[in-house]
């Protein structure tokens, strides 16, 4: 071969692809493995309350299906419609209810994740869709007769409320951990459950305010930046500083907002249960002498109705809450404030 010649790189036949109805036995159950493993990952890897809640679903489906003679495993269009018309007849949470429209919603997600996830069923996109129609159906007949069901959507915190519960909040260490506690619950916009899993190290001091890493989430984890308050009295950060202070919170491996004794209000070594952190919501409302009836999702309402208030965009506010950018529930939030800032009678009568 002289200097101008090149050299002629060989010509490689692939094999030919096996499509996957060609697919062997011994590799159908090796790919039936992976597919099983990958399934049980991703529910595994689910907030605790996220599988506490389908397993509930799943429970009510068990339940349902032993009532009407269905098959466990007959997760179908039809059966799912019998379903909802079941649980619509079901008690609600309090006596003398009836299931809320949103639960039985919750009920078909639930039952649908856990017939894929856990008990293997290939079922198709929009399984539960004629459930859901039939779901809708059953709302309007309900509103046409002026009836109503569940608790309805919880009552925004907003920053008034603040004001008048961070002065009702007595000088002891009841009173330092539930102002901090509800001062905070509201800056990060969180659930009850993000706030009840939060330790001393969750809370990092920068020369700007606080870094809140809220580690434990139902949708995802995230770290929220909480600024210095321009009012002390309602400022999270002073807040958080004088309970931490308080309580001696100096194990950064400890909850961050601890129980106390229902009696003598000394510290106890345990975390605050979520639905704990809702009664100290409450009571603290009740405390300031507020007629409203505030839950552990008033804060974070309370929030994204305030920031709406003041001009923020629904992004920024999504992001701080951990609602997903364009949330359905977030935008009927700012629905609420919209339709007196962006009315069409504005300027016309």
């Given at each position: 071969m002289?200097e101008?010649q090149?050299?002629v790189e060989?010509v490689?036949t692939?094999?030919?692809?096996?499509?996957?109805?060609?697919?062997d036995?011994?590799?159908?159950?090796v790919l039936?493995h992976?597919?099983?493993?990958?399934?049980?990952a991703v529910a595994?890897?689910?907030?605790?309350?996220?599988?506490?809640?389908y397993?509930?679903?799943?429970?009510?489906w068990t339940?349902?299906?032993?009532d009407s003679?269905?098959?466990?495993?007959?997760?179908?269009?039809?059966?799912l419609?019998?379903?909802?018309?079941?649980?619509?007849?079901?008690?609600?949470w309090?006596?003398?209810?009836?299931?809320?429209?949103?639960?039985?919603d919750?009920?078909i997600?639930?039952?649908?994740?856990?017939?894929r996830?856990?008990?293997?069923?290939?079922?198709?996109?929009?399984?539960a869709?004629?459930a859901?129609?039939?779901?809708?159906?059953?709302?309007k007949?309900?509103?046409?007769?002026g009836?109503?069901?569940?608790r309805?959507?919880a009552?925004?915190?907003?920053v008034?409320?603040?004001?008048a519960?961070s002065?009702?909040?007595?000088?002891?260490?009841?009173?330092?951990?539930d102002?901090?506690?509800v001062?905070?619950h509201f800056?990060?916009?969180?659930?009850?459950h993000?706030?009840?899993?939060?330790?001393?190290r969750?809370?990092?001091?920068t020369?700007?305010?606080?870094?809140a890493?809220?580690?434990?989430?139902?949708?995802?984890?995230?770290?929220?930046?909480?600024?210095?308050g321009?009012r002390?009295?309602?400022?999270?950060?002073?807040?958080?500083?004088?309970?931490?202070?308080?309580?001696?919170?100096?194990d950064?491996?400890?909850?961050?907002?601890r129980?106390?004794?229902?009696?003598?209000?000394?510290?106890?070594?345990?975390?605050?249960q979520?639905?704990s952190v809702?009664?100290?919501?409450?009571?603290?409302?009740e405390?300031?002498?507020?007629?409203?009836?505030?839950?552990?999702?008033s804060?974070r309402?309370?929030?994204?109705t305030s920031?709406?208030?003041?001009?923020?965009?629904?992004?920024?506010?999504?992001?701080?809450g951990?609602w997903?950018?364009?949330?359905?529930v977030?935008?009927?939030?700012?629905?609420i404030v919209?339709?007196?800032?962006?009315?069409?009678l504005i300027?016309?009568?």
């Open positions: 002289t101008h090149t050299a060989p490689v692939p094999a030919a692809a096996v499509r996957p109805e060609d697919f036995p011994a590799t159908r159950t039936d992976i597919d099983g493993q990958a399934v049980q595994g890897g689910r907030p605790a309350n996220t599988r506490k809640g397993a509930q679903d799943w429970a009510n339940k349902f299906c032993g003679s269905v098959p466990l495993l007959a997760v179908t269009p039809g059966t419609v019998m379903f909802v018309e079941w649980l619509w007849t079901q008690p609600g309090k006596k003398g209810t009836f299931t809320a429209p949103r639960t039985i919750r009920r997600t639930g039952t649908v994740v856990c017939a996830t856990d008990h293997g069923l290939d079922l198709e996109q929009g399984t869709r004629l859901r129609n039939r779901l809708k159906q059953l709302v007949e309900m509103e046409d007769k009836e109503r069901r569940g309805g959507q009552p925004p915190l907003l008034e409320h603040l004001t519960i002065a009702a909040c007595p000088d002891n260490l009841m009173g330092i951990r102002r901090a506690m001062l905070m800056a990060v916009a969180g659930r009850e993000e706030i009840a899993a939060t330790r001393v969750d809370y990092t001091d020369p700007g305010g606080l870094l890493d809220m580690r434990v989430s139902k949708v995802r984890p995230r770290i929220v930046p909480v600024p210095y321009t002390p009295s309602i400022c999270p950060v002073r807040a958080w500083t004088a309970w931490k202070q308080a309580a001696r919170l100096d950064p491996h400890g909850p961050a907002f129980k106390l004794h229902p009696r003598w209000h000394t510290l106890m070594h345990g975390a605050l979520p639905e809702g009664d100290v919501v409450t009571r603290a409302g405390r300031a002498g507020i007629e409203i009836r505030f839950t552990g999702h804060p309402r309370g929030l994204a920031a709406r208030l003041k001009g923020h965009d629904q992004i920024v506010i999504a992001k701080q951990g997903a950018p364009h949330s359905k977030l935008a009927g939030y700012l629905d919209d339709q007196w800032e962006d009315n069409a300027g016309v009568l």
